[in-house]
């Protein structure tokens, strides 16, 4: 990339217009991503001082106590717990939502709209409607089913609760991507299919599912990354005395908590370089594994 | 080249999930332009109170000239946009203080210093204020914040379950065993009704009383933790009691909150403070069913005792304007204005004596027991860094109110957390 061979002028061109073009983008990225990220991991060595002064030097200190707090893996385990059931629903009841709503039928833009909505609200709001609906005592949810079951307040469901509001929420931004990618796949391999007598299912998991893998796979990268970072739904709906919160709140949860309500900033940045650490291993293992299944044209 | 792009992919990919997170812990840098004609940022946390403060900070404008700004920010977000703005230097003008968080802004500096301005005054009469929550608001000999309010501790009972349940109102007169004894009374077979509701987390409100009305305490005149006080482990027990026998299950007070309880019908009696009052006026169920009694007393000793707390008006060190700042605080501690915030029902007032106008500030209830509960009061529990070790202490309550734990263990194990956290300080 760094080198340029002498080429012609329109390549100089299109080098110099290229950058120029991703510049602001650049920029953006290193100011409020890149920077932030290596004062992370520097200020996660330190013992922190009240409003950033008199920070001491406690070399790996925080990583030896994180390494040992049973806190925090369960944390880690109550995140995995989280994405892995946001994650593949969320990306499945999109997908074939939004293979029935690409076709032409009465009232279909109404249709895609009442399915992005939950992506227009606030989250804030989505979390506080949610907590209600669950709630065991008021709920809407045991008030039909008749139940009292604690749907957000006993630790062995409630993480999964919580991936409901999830999916709920995330599901009509994924079916807007898998729409984008529906419409590039021409109609003529649906048509060759049904004459050769190949069934709406067939042409669905034959068709549609390999043609729409590099969208899949941009979804579930992305998908995964945001599971991974999950906070403000747990934030919301989990108050500080509900006894399901230790095995519910993720890995940023207990960032907020060490850094923001006990002020411990330098432990709270030990807490996330171990998400980054996660992330960029689990981001690795999926572009490993994608030459398996992804077929770009 | 095709898999020199993909690396790139993945890097950027992980520094935006990275940075998205990361985000938060710069700290904005350089403060927002302005001079000392600009109004002056006030910054509070209860937006119950806000009407009320209007009114007081508009005949300030109309008094001095300075103009005002005021700004309600939820309580957990204030003190997260406090500490950045404190870090990076662009806070509020003036602001509320409170006593768990009072220390660490006065010893690092964050504070305007305000002990001359406060010895020359000739409006202040500072022998009125209580002397704890003029001490709390102040480090090193040096006065950092003027006292706004006070606050105490009494019970909310529902006329309308007691009328049923055949049980007379509470006069006050009650013991903390005949509390209980009604409370038993009150609660229902069939978990339509309990008798009273308190999670770990109404701590100030709610078991602290209890504790130090039994004999015991939070933090010993050693300044330890008083949770190996076999007073304090005994009151705790009988809180666990109640837990276990007249509260509804742990897991339905923490999702909907024992006010939301109280207010539904839910459960016949709360304990709660005084701040809670402009809220629950302008519920309908609570304004018609409800009213007042104080605490009950211990049957020894005869005594009813309730926490007291209070805020403190406070101004940045780093104020464009640290004369309007300081003319502001003072005006909010004048004996006019205190008897204002009284009237009008903000809160009732830190000034010895005016909190009589706020007992009438409404008729819907009768307030008249918190006032009475100024007779023997206990001020809030407070260390130099009280936050360290109170989060877990509420904390390790959860265990004995789910049953995971007996009481006894959990009183041990926060002597043992409190002691090594004061040791710290």
Redo the contacts between chains.
Sequence with gaps: MGTIKKGTTRERNEFVWGWAFIFPTMLGLIVLNIIPIFQTIYQSFFKTGDFGRGNIFIGIENYVKMFGDAEVWQAVLNTFKYAIVEVPFSIAIALVLAVLLNRKMMGVSAYRTIFFLPMVAAPAAIAMVWRWLFNSEFGLLNHIFGTSINWISDPAIAVFAIAVIGIWSIIGYNMVLFLAGLQEIPRDYYEAASIDGATGINQFFNITVPLLSPTIFFVTITRVIGGLQVFDLIFMVMDKNNPALYKTQSIVYLFYQNSFVENNKGYGSTIVVLLIAIIMVVTVFQMIAQKKWVYYN | MKR?N?FLA?G????????????????SGGSGGGDSSAPLTVAIWDGGQQAGLQEILNAFTESTGIKTQLQVIEWNSYW?LL?AG??GGDMPDVFWMHSNEAV?YM??G?LLDITDKVAASEVLELDKFPEDLKSMYQWEGKTYALPKDMDTIAIWYNKTLFDEAGIPYPDGSWTWDEFYEIAQKLTKEDGSVYGFAA???NEQDTWMNIVYTMGGCVINDEGKSGFDDPKTIAAMEFVDKMVHTVMPP????????TDV?FG?G?VAMISQGSWMVAGFKDNEYIAANADVARLPKDATTGRSISLYNGLGWAASAGTKNPEGAYKLIEWFATKDMQQKQAELGVTMAAYEGVSDAWVNNTDKFNLTPYLEAMDDVVFRPATKST??WW?PM?EEL?KP??GEEDMATACANITAIMNEKIAEE
């Design positions: 020199h993909r993945l950027l990919t992980a520094a935006v999930a990275a940075g998205s997170l990361a985000g938060c812990g710069g700290g997260t500490e404190a870090s660490k010893s690092n964050i999670n770990p987390s742990a897991s339905t007070m923490s999702e909907t909150g309880l539904s839910k936050l360290a989060n509420v959860k109110w789910n």
